[in-house]
Nanobody, 126 residues
Framework: QVQLVESGGGSVQAGGSLRLSCAAS????????MGWFRQAPGKEREGVAA???????RYADDVKGRFTISKDNDKNILYLQMNSLKPEDTALYFC????????????????????WGQGTQVTVSS
C-alpha cells in the first residue's frame, strides 16, 4: 500500500508562490509515475502536473511556465513549485501515484492513478 502525505498549502496573494510537498513511502517514486491534481468546489478533479518514471514531465496548459514538478529521491519527496499564482489556482491539491497508463490517455488523466493523498488547500486571493 502506497501512502502519500501532502503539505505546503496555504493562502497567498495573486502573484505569489507556494511549494507543495508530497511525502511517500520508500521506492514509490521509482516504482510509480506521480502526479499533482487539484479540485475546486463544484468542479472535477483535474491534472496539473505529472512526472513519469523516466523523468519526463507533463503540465496542464494553464500552468505551463508557472508550475514545476520535481522529486528528491533521497528524501522520497515530490514537489510542486507554484509561481505567479492566480485566484483561479485556488483548489484542494492532491498528490497521486499510478502504475499503468490506459491506452490513449495522458499522464494527467486521473483515472490512471491508484493512490491518492488527503489533499492540501491552496487559496489565492486577488
Amino acid at each position: 500500500q502506497v501512502q502519500l502525505v501532502e503539505s505546503g498549502g496555504g493562502s497567498v496573494q495573486a502573484g505569489g508562490s507556494l511549494r507543495l510537498s508530497c511525502a511517500a513511502s520508500r521506492y514509490t517514486y521509482s516504482a510509480y509515475f506521480m502526479g499533482w491534481f487539484r479540485q475546486a468546489p463544484g468542479k472535477e478533479r483535474e491534472g496539473v502536473a505529472a512526472l513519469d518514471r523516466d523523468g519526463s514531465t507533463r503540465y496542464a496548459d494553464d500552468v505551463k511556465g508557472r508550475f514545476t514538478i520535481s522529486k528528491d529521491n533521497d528524501k522520497n519527496i515530490l514537489y510542486l513549485q507554484m509561481n505567479s499564482l492566480k485566484p483561479e489556482d485556488t483548489a484542494l491539491y492532491f498528490c497521486a501515484a499510478g502504475s499503468s497508463v490506459r491506452l490513449g490517455t495522458s499522464l494527467l488523466n486521473r483515472l490512471n492513478y491508484n493512490y491518492w493523498g488527503q489533499g492540501t488547500q491552496v487559496t489565492v486571493s486577488s
